[in-house]
């Protein structure tokens, strides 16, 4: 990962917001603190799109923000972040990226992989098997012409290689923490789980939103919260999910040497970045 002035400045800055925004939390090893600002000079007024690695609450994120009664705009949400940013996708929208701890994030893909091959199937066992992604881009057209109409039925397949499961998160969040079109804001699922009013109102008042900001204010609790946030796959309820991930009840998934490897992948700058430890 080529570290940036622009990733120095922001790792300095969470470091001290992490320092100053500490919330105690009944799980044994997350503390909450502020979403990450990676690039926003006014979102106000602007429709949100959901970002982020499939498998790190997206889903959950949508389902708060649906009963803000929010504009959410669903394009590619899982797409790779180069290819977005290349294609000039995250402009004009207020990019909210969920992230989630990566070895906690490879148990979600084993129940859930979608679009993840890798050549052995049981990647939690194997650290350093080579997996894929495929990918699939779908073009949409601008307007109603003919010409346009076709376009709409065209399909790019996207075929990547990595070289591990956890290259495909150190190369995910390497890549948004480069983005500098649009409003990105990047959201730790951990935070969401201890705090899910607290993370989202400061995510929108980041962003400029005040009318958001303050409807926010009067709300006491969700309804999203008693239900799983996925209607596919062996969704957790909330109260699962928080004593999963805050708890790390992941580690028993593992055996210490398969641990140990796969911490070994993890960027350590990124890590550091997220206030992650490993394992």
């Known amino acids: 990962m080529t570290v940036t002035k622009n990733m120095l400045w922001m790792l300095l800055l969470n470091l001290f917001r992490i320092g100053h925004s500490l919330e105690e939390t009944d799980g044994e090893y997350y503390q909450w603190h502020v979403?990450?600002?990676?690039?926003?000079?006014?979102?106000?007024?602007?429709?949100?799109?959901?970002?982020?690695?499939?498998?790190?609450?997206?889903?959950?994120?949508?389902?708060?923000?649906?009963?803000?009664?929010?504009?959410?705009?669903?394009?590619?949400?899982?797409?790779?972040?180069?290819?977005?940013?290349?294609?000039?996708?995250?402009?004009?929208?207020?990019?909210?990226?969920?992230?989630?701890?990566?070895?906690?994030?490879?148990?979600?893909?084993?129940?859930?992989?979608?679009?993840?091959?890798?050549?052995?199937?049981?990647?939690?066992?194997?650290?350093?098997?080579?997996?894929?992604?495929?990918?699939?881009?779908?073009?949409?057209?601008?307007?109603?012409?003919?010409?346009?109409?076709?376009?709409?039925?065209?399909?790019?397949?996207?075929?990547?290689?990595?070289?591990?499961?956890?290259?495909?998160?150190?190369?995910?969040y390497s890549a948004y923490l480069q983005w500098q079109e649009g409003c990105a804001l990047l959201l730790r699922y951990e935070d969401l789980l201890i705090n899910p009013k607290k993370s989202i109102q400061l995510a929108l008042s980041n962003v400029h939103d005040k009318h958001f900001s303050a409807v926010i204010q009067r709300r006491t609790t969700y309804s999203a919260l008693n239900k799983p946030a996925k209607t596919h796959g062996h969704s957790r309820s909330f109260e699962s999910a928080k004593a999963f991930n805050l708890q790390k009840k992941w580690h028993s998934m593992f055996s210490q040497d398969q641990l140990n490897a796969h911490c070994k992948n993890v960027n350590a700058t990124l890590l550091s970045f997220f206030a992650y430890t490993c394992p």
């Open 35 to 172: 979403p990450y600002v990676i690039s926003c000079r006014d979102g106000g007024g602007r429709p949100i799109q959901i970002r982020g690695l499939m498998n790190t609450g997206t889903n959950f994120l949508r389902t708060l923000l649906e009963e803000e009664e929010k504009e959410i705009v669903e394009d590619r949400k899982h797409m790779l972040p180069w290819i977005l940013e290349r294609r000039g996708r995250p402009k004009n929208q207020i990019n909210l990226i969920m992230v989630r701890h990566p070895i906690s994030w490879i148990t979600g893909m084993k129940k859930a992989p979608y679009f993840l091959n890798c050549e052995q199937r049981d990647y939690m066992r194997f650290p350093d098997t080579k997996c894929q992604l495929n990918l699939m881009w779908k073009f949409t057209p601008s307007n109603n012409s003919q010409k346009q109409r076709k376009i709409a039925h065209r399909k790019e397949r996207l075929d990547v290689d990595f070289s591990s499961i956890i290259d495909i998160w150190n190369q995910y």
